[in-house]
């Protein structure tokens, strides 16, 4: 830190916890590509769009006081419980304004404990979806609202996009229009995190002492088409690339991995085990003789070819993810790398 204060004046004027701060984040970033994730993206000032203080906030009323910057207004959505200290604040630019979010702690209050592996009874199992957002193992669905991928939502996007595209580079106008672009982006967010919260709670407001999810590997599944080349002239050929765009529109817009987040910090609230199934042909096995084969599944049914038991796929795929993390905790078969 002291050389890079010495390098560049302008850090005199931020708050020595933001900046030691964002050595811990590249710190993290580092950690991460040394653990076989993608090189530190070099960043420059405007990059970012968040900020952490960890000393020094104070609150009074309808004001508070960030380390450098001073007093200023802001809108408590919330109070902060008495005894409970500050420790942390982020400041965080979103498309209509800053938003701070503190985190605080009272030492007096107990640790959440979760139950041991051993006293776990009941579990749900829940198998992500796009059609359907969650498939649960006592039968239930949840719908998917689709956010963003409505015909509607595209339209909308489309629109307001090409008249970003249509004003001249650099003009106040195209700023104006971005800035359009950027806030139905967040309203749609908003739209989505509020969904996942009420679906969250709705899976782990039960009588469960844990819930089964797949261990999904979102950002391999969304990964692009190998390109194919056409061996003579060195032409593209088609790859599926254009169909899986779709695909994968639909994928981030479902948002599993938030959901998933979600999902563990209330398990987590309430003393109940969350478990991560590899779900390796969850949907392909037949869950009468184990038969495993591709064919067994056509669109929502499930025909095993080898016995003729039918029923719900994604149901059925849940309800493996759930004897599957049965197995698990009682031991049957522990599969080496199956539970995080
Ligand atoms: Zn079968």
């Known amino acids: ?70 007093w200023m207004r802001f809108h408590s959505s919330r109070p902060i419980p008495i005894g409970f200290t500050i420790k942390a604040c982020t400041v965080r630019k979103r498309q209509n304004g800053w938003y701070v979010s503190l985190r605080i702690e009272d030492k007096s209050v107990p640790d959440y404990t979760t139950k041991p592996l051993k006293d776990v009874v009941k579990i749900v199992g829940c198998d992500m979806g796009i059609t359907k957002l969650v498939h649960l ?59 996942h919260w009420k ?18 590997n979102i950002s391999g599944m969304m990964r692009r088409c190998r390109v194919k080349l056409e061996e003579k002239t060195g032409r593209f050929l088609k790859n599926g690339q254009a169909k899986k765009k779709g695909l994968n529109r639909s994928i981030s817009d479902a948002g599993w991995g938030e959901l998933i987040l979600k999902i563990e910090y209330l398990a987590v609230k309430q003393g ?9 042909y969850s949907s392909q096995e037949c869950r009468k003789c184990g038969h495993i084969d591709k064919s067994n599944r056509d669109g ?41």
């Open 1 to 70: 830190m002291p050389e890079l204060k010495a390098a560049r004046p302008w850090f005199a004027g931020i708050d020595s916890t933001v900046l030691q701060q964002n050595v811990k984040r590249l710190d993290t970033a580092y950690k991460n590509f040394f653990e076989g994730l993608r090189f530190p993206k070099f960043k420059n000032r405007s990059n970012f769009t968040s900020f952490t203080f960890v000393m020094g906030v104070k609150i009074q009323g309808n004001k508070i006081y960030l380390p450098k910057l001073g």
């Open 199 to 216: 679906v969250a709670k709705k899976i782990v407001d039960r009588k469960i002492d844990g819930i089964a999810l797949e261990d999904l």
């Open 137 to 195: 193992s006592d039968g239930s669905q949840i719908e998917n609202p689709k956010f963003s991928t409505t015909k509607k939502a595209k339209r909308t996007l489309r629109i307001r996009s090409r008249r970003v595209s249509r004003k001249a580079k650099g003009s106040k106008n195209r700023k104006k229009a971005a800035q359009k672009v950027g806030l139905l982006h967040q309203k749609i967010s908003n739209k989505r995190q509020a969904h």
């Open 272 to 280: 109940k085990v969350v478990i991560k199934i590899n779900p390796k």
């Open 300 to 340: 929502e049914k499930f025909i095993c070819t080898e016995c003729g038991y039918h029923e719900h796929a994604d149901i059925g795929a849940a309800k493996t993810i759930r004897d599957r993390a049965l197995k698990l905790v009682r031991g049957d078969s522990a599969k080496p790398g199956a539970c995080t």
